[in-house]
């Protein structure tokens, strides 16, 4: 069929409108698009230093409440909730010396709203002395900073006639296997500290693991066990008070903290155990909540208030970068396996 050249350009003209039209649909579409994905991120909470916390933080302590590690954590997150304007929550969960504590915080979402108090039983003693646990020290948390430290106590039920280690260690060698002492469980700063007693003494005592040190404690003062190691923020209120006796500390030199007491040492030489807490969060947090919550940490640690807190029960705060306190982590672990083999110490 002839086309002549008017009806050609009318024809092409139409087709340009229609092309024409479906291209400004597309583009028009394309906008509305860009725009709805606009939105939706300006509404989005980012991942930012600077606007954490928008929300309640929970500082899980694999331990009962009223034991040192929860009054520690006690004590920094109410100097955190303080500077930081949000709420912290001690959220206590006890058992298995901690592991249930610890896989709670390993499966806890990264993002910064899930603190965990570590210790030196749940990322130093355990994995230095158990080949298997549920959790990775190392690549399940991030170590933020060691809060606190303190050389342990030597204690004894007050009815027990003894006023000293060297008392302790004449009346264990009288009685063979007839004394007991307690701890917060198999692999404890407790646990180690009677076990390297034994050996480094020449004596048998035995070893009833409990779930907390607030347990252990409660069962000497009723007589159920005969003497605990444990720490002076729990010890010391009682001792003061003439329901335990505290024998000794366990550092290798007088606590300028606990002045009045000798060190077990200047019985038993070579003798030295300390206990610890750190702070760690779950793998995988954003580096920048990382560094806000070293920050506050250190800035609550420093507080006077804070440090007189722990002072008066005999813990001397200890704030550090994550690399400090990871570098201190792997140290003690090896130390304590090495303690642990010397004993005979076996948790599996």
């Not at 806890?108 to 003693?125: C, E, I, M």
């Not at 606190?148 to 008392?167: E, H, I």
Request: hydrophobic fraction near 45%.
């Amino acid at each position: 069929m002839k086309m002549d050249r008017s009806s050609f350009r009318t024809r092409t003209a139409r087709s340009g409108i229609q092309e024409n039209h479906s291209e400004g649909r597309a583009f028009s579409r394309v906008c509305q698009i860009t725009f709805a994905f606009a939105l939706a991120a300006a509404a989005a909470p980012a991942v930012s230093a600077d606007i954490y916390p928008n929300k309640p933080i929970r500082f899980l302590v694999p331990s009962p409440a009223g034991g040192s590690p929860d009054i520690l954590a006690r004590i920094v997150a109410g100097k955190l909730a303080d500077q930081m304007k949000q709420q912290v929550v001690v959220d206590n969960r006890s058992g298995a010396s901690g592991v249930i504590g610890m896989e709670i915080g390993k499966n806890a979402a990264p993002d910064g709203y899930t603190l965990l108090l570590v210790t030196s039983t749940t990322v130093a003693s355990l994995p230095a002395l158990k080949k298997v646990l549920p959790y990775d020290a190392d690549r399940d948390f991030i170590a933020i900073s060691r809060i606190a430290w303190v050389a342990n106590v030597v204690t004894v039920n007050a009815k027990l006639g003894v006023n000293s280690v060297a008392d302790l260690v004449k009346l264990a060698k009288d009685k063979p296997g007839q004394l007991n002492y307690g701890s917060a469980g198999n692999g404890s700063p407790a646990h180690l500290a009677g076990a390297m007693l034994n050996v480094l003494a020449n004596i048998n005592t035995l070893h009833v693991p409990y779930k907390g040190a607030a347990p252990a404690l409660t069962d000497m003062l009723a007589g159920q066990i005969q003497f605990l190691i444990t720490s002076p923020l729990v010890a010391m209120p009682h001792g003061r008070a003439g329901r335990i006796k505290v024998l000794a500390a366990t550092g290798a030199r007088r606590d300028p903290l606990l002045p009045e007491l000798p060190v077990v040492a200047d019985t038993v030489p070579g003798y030295e155990i300390v206990q610890w807490w750190g702070i760690a969060v779950p793998a995988g947090t954003p580096q920048a909540i990382v560094k806000r919550l070293q920050k506050e940490i250190v800035a609550a640690l420093t507080a006077r208030d804070a440090r007189e807190a722990m002072s008066r029960n005999g813990a001397t705060p200890n704030p550090e970068t994550p690399a400090e306190f990871l570098a201190f982590i792997k140290a003690e672990r090896s130390r304590i396996a090495n303690v642990g083999k010397r004993a005979g110490i076996s948790l599996d």
